[in-house]
């Protein structure tokens, strides 16, 4: 069992004293209906221009966990901190968190609701209160980024998936956000374009972005991520460097925690 349970980093890690840029803690989540808890307490911390994968099973709430540290869902118990900022859940609070922390949703269709590309990718800069000069500034810069500079005046149900994975990343893009979560975006991807996101986001690292990308692809983690967080039933089990966490995958996958 790899030793730092449920997000938990050894001191000596902590990036040199960095302070962590999102903090889950101990978060509970129960969607309705449901009999058992989506989330069991589970903690995570990224810090800033960290590369870090969120492996688990189908199933095993990674997307809960994402959708917590978006703000779309609120713990039943538990707490997110942005900066160091306790997130709030009022119209202004999610606005800036949404700011900070950029999500790409498993399902792009879930993401893009506007008619074109361009008003899309420019829904978060305007909703932000950017001017138009600067909305279309930084719609294009993350158009052009994203691969989908020409595609602005196309309508974005007749994009193919892989366009529209790159469409929701632009849209996230273009409000330089502090974080980035991306639930599994890469499996829509064809092995070209995939080159191209983890370029974008290695990019984005070196510029002090943290990226979280939830994925159940072992291999995708230990290619890319520089941290690997593992989710099981609910909790984060381990969060440690790549390496350390992938010497002890086949005992985290069959660790259960007891709650
Ligand atoms: N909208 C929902 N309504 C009810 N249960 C859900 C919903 N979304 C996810 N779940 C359940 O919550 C648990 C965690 O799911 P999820 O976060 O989607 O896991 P993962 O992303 O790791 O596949 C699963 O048991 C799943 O069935
Ligand atoms: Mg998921």
């Known amino acids: 069992m790899v030793g730092y349970c449920n997000g938990q980093q050894p001191a000596a890690s902590l990036a040199g004293g960095i302070a962590p840029i999102l903090e889950a803690d101990a978060l509970f989540y129960n969607y309705a ?80 609701f506007s008619a074109s590309v361009m008003q899309d990718i420019s829904f978060g800069p305007l909703n932000l209160g950017f001017s138009d000069d600067e909305a279309r500034r930084r719609v294009q810069k993350a158009a ?12 974005t149900h007749a994009l193919s998936s892989g366009e529209k994975a790159r469409v929701a990343l632009a849209g996230v893009l273009a409000m330089e956000p502090l974080v980035i979560l991306a ?7 064809d092995p070209w374009m995939r080159r191209q996101v983890f370029d974008i986001f290695d990019q984005l690292a070196r510029q002090g972005v943290s990226v979280l990308l939830s994925t159940h692809d072992i291999y995708i983690a230990r290619m890319w991520a520089d ?28 660790y259960k925690a007891g709650i």
């Open 33 to 112: 209906g449901r009999s058992d808890y989506a989330l069991r307490g589970a903690s995570l911390r990224l810090f800033p221009g960290q590369k870090a994968a969120l492996l688990g099973r189908n199933g095993s709430g990674k997307s809960t966990l994402l959708l917590h540290c978006n703000g779309i869902l609120q713990p039943e118990r538990g707490q997110v901190r942005v900066a160091g900022a306790p997130m709030t859940y009022d119209r202004c609070g999610l606005k800036q968190w949404r700011h900070q922390v950029g999500l790409i949703f498993q399902r792009p269709d879930d993401q893009l």
């Open 144 to 155: 052009d980024q994203c691969g989908v500079g020409d595609l602005l005046d196309r309508p």
């Open 183 to 189: 639930d599994e975006v890469i499996a829509s991807l």
């Open 227 to 254: 941290r690997i967080v593992v989710m099981d039933d609910g909790i984060v089990v381990a969060a440690d460097v790549a390496e350390r966490v992938l010497a002890n995958m086949e005992e985290l996958m069959q």
